[in-house]
Antibody, heavy 117, light 107 residues
């Protein structure tokens, strides 16, 4: 069964950094693009960015471009989200999701990031 | 950016009802439209992709239609487990964007 498990969330001060991980299993990770999507408390879904299957191209939301970086290690079946210069408005649950020909078909359970002093 | 507007924002219905949620894109997106269901404290679940294709394992009570700018999600014969928040998503153009969500509540 396809599984995506996020980790690395926590409490960080404004201006700080955090790196999230998404461990993938039970599918050929190197064949799929991967998304990051976030959800602020009580709010809707916001797409953060995408990395292609081989890392050749990355796309970001305007709200995070220049501060967040998506990367992947296909040898470790792991997706990353490096978040720098964090702001209060970055507080959210962060999900990774698989990009497939049938859309964003599998999602992780999410990891909570809280930006607060 | 392409704006996705869902209506209604909330909806009350009874078990057994049939409901329709609408999603409108600010510009044409062909059929690059997905629908997701989310329950409190849980990750979104993919229901429909390519506007009308059912994700594997999703019951046929869920159906989608539309192309271009106007799309609908229809849920027939509502059951207690269907009461949740539903989101549309366009994936025709980056940045990918979601509708604001439709909260489906029990009447």
């Amino acid at each position: 069964q396809v599984q995506l498990v996020e980790s690395g969330g926590g409490v960080v001060q404004p201006g700080g950094s955090l790196r999230l991980s998404c461990a993938a299993s039970s599918f050929t990770f190197s064949s799929y693009g991967m998304h990051w999507v976030r959800q602020a408390p009580g709010k809707g879904l916001e797409w953060v960015g995408l990395i292609r299957h081989d890392g050749s191209n990355k796309y970001y939301a305007d709200s995070v471009r220049g501060r967040f970086t998506i990367s992947r290690d296909n040898s470790k079946n792991t997706l990353y989200l490096q978040m720098n210069s964090l702001r209060a408005e970055d507080t959210a649950v962060y999900y990774c999701a698989r990009r497939s020909p049938t859309g964003s078909d599998y999602w992780g359970q999410g990891t909570l990031v809280t930006v607060s002093s | 950016d392409i704006q996705m507007t869902q209506s209604p924002s909330s909806l009350s219905a009874s078990v057994g009802d049939r409901v329709t949620i609408t999603c409108r894109a600010s510009q044409g997106i062909s059929n690059y439209l997905a629908w997701f269901q989310q329950k409190p404290g849980k990750a979104p679940k993919s229901l429909i992709y390519a506007a009308s294709s059912l994700q594997s394992g999703v019951p046929s009570k869920f159906s989608g239609s539309g192309s271009g700018t106007d799309f609908t999600l229809t849920i027939s014969s509502l059951q207690p487990e269907d009461f949740a928040t539903y989101y549309c998503q366009q994936y025709n153009t980056y940045p990918i964007t979601f509708g604001q969500g439709t909260r489906l509540e029990i009447k």
